[in-house]
Each structure stands twice: as C-alpha cells, then as structure tokens.
C-alpha cells in the first residue's frame, strides 16, 4: 500500500500588490507520495515556486489546506512550522545560501546541531559520510568563496540531509550550474531517492525533470497535467525518458 507523504487540497495562494489580488494557486489539489520523486514544471510566472514553498509551509496559505506526515500545517503556529522544516525537510535552491562566515563543514552540520536529534559526534560523523559520499571531503574546512558552483551545490545537498528529512524541496538545484555539475547533482538526487527520500522539484530543464518519477504540469496557479514516468533504473533509459517528456511538454503548450 502506498503512503501520502504530502496533499494539499484546494490550495490558493493570493498577493495582495498595491491594492490588486494576485491569484498566483488556485484551488491546487496535489498528493505527493512517500519515496516518490516528482518533478513541476511550467511557464515562468505560473506559480511554481510559490507552490513549493506554500506545500513546505515557507510560505503561509491564503486557504485549503495542506497534510504533511499526517499534520494539518494550516492549524500550526511559526514555531511548529520551523521545527517540522527543521526535523523532517530538507531544502536545496538554486541560490545557494551558506553563512559566509562558516567554512563548508560547519555549515552542513549546523541544521544537524539545531534540531538536536543526536550528539554532535553522529553529526559530525554523518556530515563527514554524506560529503565523502558526494566526493567533497576535500573542501570541508573552505570558505564558500573557495569553491566551484558545484562543489557548493553538492555540500548544500549534505546539508539538506544531514537529518535525515522524510521530504527534500529543490527549487532549481541544478539552475547555476554547468551540464558537467548538474549531471552529478541530479545522480546524487536519484541517489538519495532511492535511499528512501520523497523529492518534490521545480525545474524548467527537460534534462533534469526526465529523471524524475511523474511530472506535474502548471498554468495560471492551476495544475494542467502529470506524466508518469516511473523510476529511471540506469542511464541507458535517459534518452528515452527525455523524448518522452519531450512530445508531452509539447503537447502541454510548453
């Protein structure tokens, strides 16, 4: 029996801008379920963004409702909604927001020092086995400033799992980076998802929402369509996979 990790139903987010409701969700009914990676994609200004950080609680609803692991996160106050991001999601942005004052290490080990799950020893010991993992050990004690795009995107995905979320959001991992970089984020996603992570990704890259498990389509605040691709097993099926999705975001009026 499959688990819902995450549902909304009815979601609407609206801005209010000099005066003028912007309706940026309307009405979205989404289900996200445990182990599953999905990918939204759509035109700019369709509200993708906005629905990743409304679904993450980032961002307050303006109505419906949003389940996460069985919580009602519209009945939970600020604090609640920092301790569930804190204990049970990770976030990966295309901005890579590291404290420019830590060196890479520290900075991956900081979220696993706040929500004090385990002793400073176990993080320290799994920030070292996930950048081992990610093959950056090498730049645990640089600044920020001393490494490559993605070297740094790599140690913000360390960060993102250092506890253990049952969900990742990634607002467009791979959007800074270069082909070579990208590839490896998004094995190191896969990788992850594998491993049991649910995965919940904007991307505007055909390349990089084909290995994903279904694809969700967004319009006007509105979803249009999903394509469900399944699991991608090995690298052998990438071009397939992108012809695929390639003929149905067509289709969609991409």
């Not at 909604?81 to 049970?88: E, S, Y």
């Not at 004690?141 to 993605?150: A, F, Q």
């Not at 394509?227 to 695929?244: F, I, P, S």
Request: charged share 25%; proline share 2%; aromatic share 6%.
């Amino acid at each position: 029996m499959t688990n819902t990790v995450l549902e909304s139903k009815e979601l609407c987010k609206t801005y209010i801008v000099n005066g003028y409701s912007n309706n940026v969700l309307q009405n979205v009914d989404f289900k996200l379920n445990d182990g599953e990676f999905t990918a939204i994609m759509g035109p700019s200004g369709s509200g993708k963004s906005t629905l990743l950080y409304t679904l993450s609680g980032m961002d307050k609803m303006t109505s419906g409702s949003v389940v996460f692991d069985g919580e009602d996160m519209a009945s939970m106050s600020t604090r609640e909604l920092t301790n569930l991001r804190l204990h049970k999601m990770g976030f990966v942005f295309q901005q890579m927001y590291m404290l420019k004052k830590l060196c890479i290490l520290d900075n991956i080990i900081l979220p696993g020092y706040q929500a004090r799950k385990k002793s400073r020893d176990e993080v320290n010991d799994r920030a070292r086995r996930l950048m081992n993992r990610l093959g950056i050990s090498d730049i645990a004690t640089n600044e920020i400033s001393e490494v490559s795009g993605g070297q740094l995107q790599r140690a913000c995905l360390c960060r993102a799992l250092i506890n253990s979320p049952k969900i990742l959001f990634a607002d467009e991992p791979t959007g800074a980076l270069n082909s070579k970089a990208s590839a490896e984020v998004m094995s190191e996603l896969r990788k992850a998802n594998s491993e049991g992570t649910t995965i919940l990704m904007v991307t505007h890259s055909e390349k990089v929402a084909a290995s994903s498990d279904r694809v969700i389509y967004l319009v006007d605040g509105n979803i249009k369509g999903e394509l469900h691709l399944g699991k991608q097993k090995d690298e052998n099926e990438t071009a397939v996979r992108e012809r695929k999705l390639k003929t149905w975001l067509d289709e969609m009026g991409w």
